[in-house]
T-cell receptor
Framework: TQLLEQSPQFLSIQEGENLTVYCNSS?????LQWYRQEPGEGPVLLVTVVTGGEVKKLKRLTFQFGDARKDSSLHITAAQPGDTGLYLC????????????FGKGTTLSVSS | KAGVTQTPRYLIKTRGQQVTLSCSPI?????VSWYQQTPGQGLQFLFEYFSETQRNKGNFPGRFSGRQFSNSRSEMNVSTLELGDSALYLC????????????FGEGSRLTVL
């Protein structure tokens, strides 16, 4: 059974701090996605990484896919209150189609 | 363009009842997936439909079923509801069956009493 372990589960920081969220598995994924979910809404895709070692940047967010395609990280620089939300990683394989394996999420709270 | 629409947004049922949830995907999207989200287990895959055919099914009991219509709209049904079925049920649509971008609806919040 494929699992994605996400850490930390909760993160409470002050505005301006940096943070990193980790997503680890013993399984290889063909793609790794990061979503952000706000209360009362569905998850919204932030990024998809597909190549081992790939790094993608989205403004203050940096996403990395591990060389072996088993792990990923999300780094936020100078966090802002607007970054508050639930961050989810999700792994996919070509065989499983849209049946993604989700981590349990990291709840981030950024206070001003 | 309009996003994924799920109805109803909230509902309360009692144990033993059954429930039907509806999902209208983004226009042009032929793949619809359903996920269950709970605080303890997170998001878990229920099933995926493409062109009215179920392509994948998650590890859920047979009480959970679904279908897709020719206009790509999808419904899922849960029979003989149990307390543990209380969850947010999320529908997601995508252009294809590849593990690309999923567009999620706001979900249907089911409470079983």
């Amino acid at each position: 059974t494929q699992l994605l372990e996400q850490s930390p589960q909760f993160l409470s920081i002050q505005e301006g701090e940096n943070l990193t969220v980790y997503c680890n598995s013993s399984s290889v994924f063909s793609s790794l996605q990061w979503y952000r979910q706000e209360p009362g809404e569905g998850p919204v895709l932030l990024v998809t990484v597909v190549t081992g070692g790939e790094v993608k940047k989205l403004k203050r967010l940096t996403f990395q896919f591990g060389d072996a395609r088993k792990d990923s990280s999300l780094h936020i620089t100078a966090a802002q209150p607007g970054d508050t939300g639930l961050y989810l990683c999700a792994g996919g394989t070509n065989q499983a189609g849209t049946a993604l394996i989700f981590g349990k999420g990291t709840t981030l709270s950024v206070s001003s | 363009k309009a996003g994924v629409t799920q109805t109803p947004r909230y509902l309360i049922k009692t144990r033993g009842q059954q429930v039907t949830l509806s999902c209208s995907p983004i226009s042009g999207h032929r793949s619809v997936s359903w996920y269950q989200q709970t605080p303890g287990q997170g998001l878990q895959f229920l099933f995926e439909y493409f062109s009215e055919t179920q392509r994948n099914k998650g590890n859920f009991p047979g009480r959970f079923s679904g279908r897709q219509f020719s206009n790509s709209r999808s419904e899922m049904n849960v029979s003989t509801l149990e307390l543990g079925d209380s969850a947010l049920y999320l529908c997601a649509s995508s252009l294809s069956v590849n593990p690309g971008e999923l567009f999620f609806g706001e979900g249907s919040r089911l409470t079983v009493l």
